[in-house]
């Protein structure tokens, strides 16, 4: 895999970047969430302004063959918009958290989209034929004089410009008193679960006015509280099953045929922690940002602030697979805790085929590990290194006393400039890594 | 704040200590080495005070993090329980009973009675600027909370007004009741919140708990106004 020496290595090169060159970033623009949709032919990005984009992925040039198709605008529409608690006096962000994209089953798309409170389904379909000819109007939708038709005619489809339209169909509201970190779309296509800190509650697609609540952790005395929910997801291919993570480095695995409310799990996951490497920072390191299903649905895979653990969900003991991500950061802790990056809340993603895991990091460095070869590569996504197909060069942080050529130091590292969203194409070696304002695809030079 | 890395000296000296470097060192290293490993967790403490008091002048305050640096803090006060190094803070904040400037204070004290402070270094930059913070953090916490306070008493309860709220759901208020204390003085410091987070803090409940149903009423009155 990773572009390392030659051989069937695949080579990660530029393909696209989207958003403004500007360095000042306007809050509204920076990318909050990005997926691919289930034949990745359509990438969405959701930003802080509550807005979602769209690219599609076009069809590869018959004249330059080798050149894979690039994803370019196919909708935009505002999905949430900010509004004002007034029982609360708060102001409810508009910053999509989350998108998920449903399985297609007809010519229109749909997806779910959420801000902290509300989730969305949005129906996107294409128009690309009008009717043309109606009796009763003209062309300019004037209605006719009655007096003057003297024949009727038939409409008639005529073909126009493709136009991209995007509608909620179902709005999933007043559910979650907490702030929703996850959403995720159920293996029988018909119900969905959203999980604010405390709670995840369980949907119908179709059904909007209800949810039943299937796990609720929160303490009698909230003076209590010592631990919330991070993530949730359910499992690929059972629809009886599903994961969710909290801030002590847990992941409990719930199966809903055994009770109504799931507060009781099937397994639990957690690692014994090293009592050597003990700190008053190991709780909040150990908090889990992110969790998901392999593709397969035989592992699990989380991210914790240093690392990313591949979990076999038969073994619930310890992890399979630990990668570190930075762990030149562990001497850093007081000054991240100091400055709140701390608590950057990073993702990770599958490749299509489970082979290989990607997860984000700061200064624009993202890292993919590949689990057969246990080879690792750090890249970055910066516009110098952003020249049509041009290789990604790997990038290397310098840990000891001496730093070489080309190499990073830790104290250099740009920590405002973080990777925390990012997603593979299902099938291909495609990747989309979202970089505050910007948005780079990247792709393997052998096709 | 941490814009392109800047180099900080102290704090990598205050990083091996509190980040539990765990490495083998000879007696003399190991007596100033705990001395710097208790200021840093001084510092620790202090910190974590603050961003709970910050996150609380928040718009809405993000649980996990509260709820994160609120286990640190507890776990810093459980370490220095054992050690004993609690007591004499807490000595030190009975003794002090300045309202105002009560951090300060306490700041100083600290600082006084504790010779392992003294012997290793002080986290001077550090400190000024938290107090100055503090400062202007706890006016802007007495504006906020302010508001929420109300002048009048409860009024005798009412059977219809009573089955009107009776399908509220008390719960949604629970969130600004997240690690009680933090709205019921305004004119509590950080060393407060300690208080209300132990278990020895009964004082700090109960006068929470009367704020609570302050906060409820307030609420009511407020459903009744936007006519949800």
Known sequence: MAGVAGGNDFQWCFSQVKGAIDEDVAEADIISTVEFNYSGDLLATGDKGGRVVIFQHEQESKNRPHLRGEYNVYSTFQSHEPEFDYLKSLEIEEKINKIRWLPQQNAAHFLLSTNDKTIKLWKISERDKRAEGYNLKDEDGRIRDPYRITSLRVPVLMPMDLMVEASPRRIFANAHTYHINSISVNSDHETYLSADDL????????????????????????????????????????????????????????????????????????????????????????????????????????????????????????????????????????????????????????????????TGSYNNFFRMFDRNTRRDITLEASRESSKPRATLKPRKVSTGGK???????????????KILHTAWHPKDNVIAVAATNNLYIFQDKIN | MFPKGTKRKFSDAGEEAVGGGGGDQGPSAASSSSSSAAAARQSLLDMSLIKLQLCHMLVEPNLCRSVLIAN??????????????????????????????RLVATEVLCRQTDPAAQAGQSP????????????????????????FEIKHPAPPPDPALDELFSDVDPS?????????????????????????????????????????????????????????
């Open chain 1, 403 to 417: 730093r070489k050529k080309d190499e990073i130091s830790v104290d250099s590292l740009d920590f405002n400039k």
């Open chain 2, 172 to 228: 949604y208020y629970d969130l600004d009741t997240v690690l009680t204390g933090m709205q019921s003085a305004p004119k509590m410091g950080p060393y407060d919140l300690l208080e209300s987070l132990s278990s020895h803090g009964p004082t700090a409940l109960s006068s929470s708990s009367s704020c609570r149903s302050d906060l409820n009423e307030l609420d009511h009155i407020m459903e009744i106004i936007v006519g949800s």
């Open chain 1, 199 to 358: 709670r995840i509650n369980l949907w119908h697609l179709e059904i909007t006015d209800r949810s039943f609540n299937i796990v609720d952790i929160k303490p009698a005395n909230m003076e209590e509280l010592t631990e919330v929910i991070t993530a949730a997801e359910c499992h690929p291919h059972q629809c009886n099953v599903f994961v969710y993570s909290s801030s002590k480095g847990t992941i409990r695995l719930c199966d809903m045929r055994a009770a109504a409310l799931c507060d009781r799990h099937s397994k639990f996951f957690e690692e014994p922690e090293d009592p050597s490497s003990r700190s008053f920072f190991s709780e909040i390191i150990s908090s889990i940002s992110d969790v998901k299903f392999s593709h397969s649905g035989r592992y699990m895979m989380t991210r914790d602030y240093l690392s990313v653990k591949v979990w076999d969900l038969n073994m619930e003991n310890r992890p399979v697979e630990t990668y570190q991500v930075h762990e030149y950061l562990r001497s850093k802790l007081c000054s991240l805790y100091e400055n709140d990056c701390i608590f950057d809340k990073f993702e990770c993603c599958w490749n299509g085929s489970d082979s290989a895991i990607m």
């Open chain 2, 72 to 101: 640190t803090v507890r776990q810093i006060q459980e370490e220095m329980t054992q050690d004993g190094t609690w007591q004499i803070m807490t000595q030190a904040l009975a003794a002090a009973q300045c309202p105002a400037d």
């Open chain 2, 124 to 147: 001077k930059p550090f400190s000024e600027a938290e107090q100055d913070h503090l400062r202007a953090d706890s006016r802007t916490g007495e504006q906020v909370f302010g508001t």
